[in-house]
């Protein structure tokens, strides 16, 4: 499984950025797909994930501002980032999981990460 992330760049304070990341397998079958980011000298975080039900978690610093959603049809999962905040500055990447029975182990997939810088 492959998953394709994109849409980071440079933007202002106060600007908004829409993340893409389109999976090669049909998303439906993941438990969970979302995203993380890690900015310069810190750990990597999870920032927004939709589970299998339609459910959406994000983390406190986001909630608010960021949206994940998917589009079953094309495969792909969104971040949409709006009021970004230098802080937001980091590499965010894809991931999502899944498993082929609740007993089986679970799969883990990453995708390539996409640079988002804030300026103040």
């Not at 927004?48 to 039900?53: Q, R, T």
Request: charged share 20%.
């Amino acid at each position: 499984v492959q998953l394709q992330a994109s849409g980071g760049g440079l933007v202002q304070a106060g600007g908004s950025l829409r993340l893409s990341c389109g999976a090669s397998k049909r998303i439906g079958s993941f438990d969970r797909m979302g995203w993380y980011r890690q900015a310069p000298g810190k750990q990597r975080e999870e920032v927004a994930v939709i589970i299998s039900g339609g459910g959406t978690i994000y983390e406190d610093s986001v909630k608010g501002r960021f949206t994940v959603s998917r589009d079953s049809a094309k495969n792909t999962a969104y971040l949409q980032m709006n009021n970004l905040k230098p802080e937001d500055t980091a590499v965010y990447f894809c991931h999502a999981t899944s498993r082929a029975c609740i007993e089986c182990p679970l799969n883990t997939y990453w995708g390539q990460g996409t640079l988002v810088t804030v300026s103040s």
